[in-house]
């Protein structure tokens, strides 16, 4: 009896295991990788998408902007998840990949709470990065010496960053980390610190700062006044089918990004009152 209770498991397992693989052939889940920026908003619509969805999964995972463009690039994924333009990656064929624009997100400079300063200029941000200011009383705050957290090589925030703010120069090197929302928390504990972060990770934990007297707000970014942002890209290998364009569409529709994108501290792109290429040339809308 005992041995007729294991073959009847065994093969109740094999049938199960069948039908995953079919469910997986019907093309019921989906993998979106890539930007931590990104990441907060797609997993929050995925989790509404399923929701509303019963039996679709979208499997959402970080890892920076660099992981999602080559992992969709190589087939591994659905979808690759991006701060960046693929234009602007080495090693991406960009024409094998196709842009979906779900979002725009702003970049600001945070601080530790006790620096003693509020505002700081372009340039002095800059020397900040490449080493070239190395206590807060030079600027103006506290007599503490400046710690530089970095995002990891690869990430999409770290390169808009450098982009606009060093003027595409490489920081200096500093601790790095993977992850907004731990560069976040090491700000928050760390006299002194500095970082960078999308604007939906920012919270009362750490202090912003005003550059040359303009505040990172939604306003300034649709009008470009904020320089520090870009656009939020999911890309796709090809055009999408399936459960990776139902999923897509999903985001991309007028509820999910009135509801959803803002609350979350994004930018519907619909709001944008200017666009930018991928070279960062600001170009007719």
């Known amino acids: 009896m005992k ?14 295991l069948s039908g ?3 469910w997986i ?30 039996g679709k999964f979208i499997n959402v995972q970080g890892g920076g902007s660099g992981t999602g463009l080559s992992q969709v690039q190589s087939g591994a994924v ?20 196709v842009d979906h624009k779900v979002a725009v997100v702003g970049i600001a400079p945070i601080v530790n709470k006790n620096i ?13 990065f490449l080493g070239e200011v190395t206590n807060w009383k030079e600027l103006g705050g506290a007599d503490q010496a400046i710690v530089i957290l970095n995002r990891a090589a690869g990430s999409g925030t ?7 703010v060093l ?7 500093s601790q790095e980390q993977d992850s907004s929302g731990m560069v976040r928390q090491i ?25 040359d007297n303009i505040a990172p707000t939604d306003e300034n970014v649709t009008t470009n006044a904020w320089k520090i942002w870009a656009y939020e890209h999911m890309y796709t290998k090809g055009e999408p089918a399936d459960l990776t364009k139902e999923f897509l569409d999903y985001i991309l529709s007028e509820d999910i990004q009135e509801k959803i994108v803002g609350e979350l501290g994004y930018i519907p792109v619909s709001k944008m009152q200017v666009e930018r290429d991928w070279q960062g040339k600001l170009v007719e809308k």
């Open 116 to 128: 003693g300063i509020k505002n700081i200029s372009l340039d002095d941000l800059r020397k900040v």
């Open 158 to 164: 770290r390169s808009t960053f450098e982009k606009w």
């Open 3 to 16: 041995k007729n209770r294991i073959i009847f498991a065994l093969f109740g397992s094999l049938l199960l």
């Open 78 to 97: 659905e979808i690759g998840n991006s701060d960046l333009f693929a234009e602007e990656k080495n090693g991406i064929d960009a024409d094998k990949l």
């Open 167 to 173: 003027d595409g120069e490489t920081a200096i090197k």
């Open 20 to 22: 995953c693989a079919k």
């Open 187 to 211: 700000v928050a504990d760390t006299p002194g610190a500095i970082s960078y972060t999308a604007f939906s990770y920012i919270n009362e934990d750490v202090a912003t700062l005003t550059v």
């Open 25 to 54: 052939d019907r093309g019921e889940s989906v993998t979106a990788v890539g930007s931590s920026a990104l990441q907060p908003l797609v997993e929050t619509v995925a989790e509404d998408f399923q929701t509303n969805n019963p």
